[in-house]
């Protein structure tokens, strides 16, 4: 008998069903790994577990018998927890408050919790500070966070969705090792990733989703990544996605676009120096806390750099010094940041609301007045360029997948027609099939002559994509390969040692 089960359960939004009749079981003591394109309905079907959204038809089964879960709080209290991909933990409080924040008797005794906090966080192997604000913790540390948060629970039923796209190998290897200490303990979990490799790695089970069905559901042993592929999205994306294509000509650097010189902000961007050249793609690869994400913050006016010593930033020769992203932006310097939910868009817009905002903040608006006209032919104009997947260009952007959140963010970046595109994890988040609209999007633009900074945790992108590959750690560039050249084990010694 299954422990949790979801019987022919159905969702609509405005009578659009994101869920269409699926049944899903999970068992006790099972890591059951659910997997599908953006879009395809995974989150909507666990947020129906979670209490989150109420299904518009179907049944929930827990313990043998029916059940309704009108609320998060009411499927904790039954045992349900669930980590979400875009952070829900509270920014103006600490680690340690966010980890007690629904224990009344300690969360008032701060003493007691930041010793409780580390010596809990310390247990996961989770190296992060309790006293710490939340907000000022980067993406990776957040997520740790949250998955120590549900596990603090002791929920029986833990759901995570996408809970390694922020974290380096090594914390990864951490969290399989969680996931293992607590399939022993008998606790299920349903684990929702991208990275294919993963659920093969871990899952004692799949799941397979598509367009909101259900596909397939069979014993891991029975999959391997080909066939969970050609089940996801119906076709073959082997040679699509992260080959490393040896035939292919490296792009030779044309004009010299951006020169960082000496650059310095506090103890976390020293003194580093690198250069982006016009029509090439540059990678830069680094750990969680190597400071690439800030260095691009800082080129971009997002964080203002050391007002003595703090180097010097040229664009196309021309010395320029942002404190603000406006500036940046009308002189062609566009970030795209790697926490979309936070700093990518505005989420009770539409998607046609946020794009135009783009273009107004990039001087490419015909009129400093909205035009509801000109608004529409961009939405339409960059819905059909991105394949962006919603029922119209007035669907507010909460309410689309995350794949389909990543690709507003980045129509509202290109639409303002950047010289420099800064792409900071750009598909964090997001299904195969999307990684390569977005690979190709990435190489379009490289070839159209425009300068390319992609950031990213993941090698095989990094590979994939770059002309030259700038190696990150402990706040400086400390290495520079040939993008044809470089392979995965080399990179990763500069980025460690």
């Given amino acids: 008998m299954a422990l949790l089960e979801l019987r022919n359960g159905t969702k609509e939004y405005r009578g659009v069903p994101a869920v269409k009749d699926v049944t899903f079981a999970l068992h006790q003591g099972e890591v059951h ?163 294919l490799e993963e659920a093969l790695q871990i899952s004692d089970r799949i799941t397979v989703m598509r367009d909101g069905q259900h596909v397939v559901t069979d014993l891991t042993s029975a999959f391997d990544r080909e066939k969970i592929v050609r089940a996801m999205v119906g076709r073959s994306l082997t040679d699509e996605l992260y080959g490393r294509h040896e035939d292919r000509a490296v792009r030779r650097p044309a004009a010299k676009t951006l020169s960082v010189q000496n650059l310095s902000m506090g103890n976390v961007v020293r003194n580093t120096s690198f250069s982006i050249f016009a029509g090439q793609i540059t990678g830069v690869f680094g750990l969680i806390g190597s400071g690439r994400t800030e260095t691009a913050k800082v080129v971009a006016g997002v964080l203002k750099r050391d007002f003595f010593h703090g180097g010097q930033v040229r664009l196309d020769g021309r010395a320029v010094r942002y404190r603000v992203p406006r500036p940046a932006v009308r002189d062609g310097i566009i970030y795209v940041t790697e926490d979309r939910k936070i700093e990518g868009f505005f989420e009770t817009m539409s998607i046609a609301e946020n794009i135009y905002l783009g273009a107004l903040a990039g001087g490419q608006a015909k009129s400093a007045t909205v035009s509801m006209g000109e608004m529409r032919r961009l939405a339409q104009e960059w819905i059909g360029a991105l394949n962006i997947k919603a029922i119209n260009a007035d669907a507010r952007v909460i309410e689309l997948s995350g794949g389909n959140q990543q690709k507003v963010v980045v129509a509202k970046a290109l639409v303002q027609k950047p010289r420099l595109v800064i792409f900071d994890e750009p598909t964090r988040g997001v299904d195969v099939g999307a990684i390569a609209e977005i690979h190709q999007l990435i190489n379009r633009l490289a070839d159209e002559g425009i300068a390319v900074m992609v950031i990213s945790s993941y090698l095989p992108e990094v590979l994939t994509l770059s002309d030259r590959i700038l190696v990150c750690r402990q706040g400086r560039i400390v290495e520079e390969f040939d993008g044809r050249a470089a392979d995965e084990e080399t990179i990763m010694y500069a980025a460690v040692h």
Avoid: C
């Avoid at 009411?74 to 409080?93: D, F, H, N, W």
């Avoid at 596990?151 to 914390?171: G, K, M, Q, S, Y």
């Fill in 33 to 195: 790994a659910l997997l599908g394109e953006n879009g395809a309905g995974k989150s909507t079907l666990t947020k129906m577990l979670a209490g989150v959204v109420e299904p518009t038809s179907g049944e929930i089964w827990l313990d043998g018998e029916r059940v309704t879960l009108p609320t998060p709080a009411e499927a904790l209290k039954r045992g349900i927890a669930m980590v979400y991909q875009e952070t829900s933990l509270v920014p103006s409080l600490t680690v340690a408050q966010n980890l007690y924040l629904t224990d009344r008797k300690w969360f008032h005794r701060l003493r007691g919790i930041y010793i409780a906090g580390q010596q809990f966080l310390q247990s996961l192997n989770f190296h992060v500070d309790p006293t710490a604000l939340v907000s000022s913790l980067g993406a990776g540390q957040k997520q740790m966070v949250e998955i120590a948060r549900a596990v603090h629970h002791n929920a029986r039923i833990i759901i995570f969705d996408e809970p390694t796209a922020t974290l380096t190998p090594e914390e990864k290897h951490q969290f399989f090792a969680l996931v293992d200490r607590l399939r022993q303990r008998g606790v299920s979990i349903v684990f929702i990733s991208h990275a």
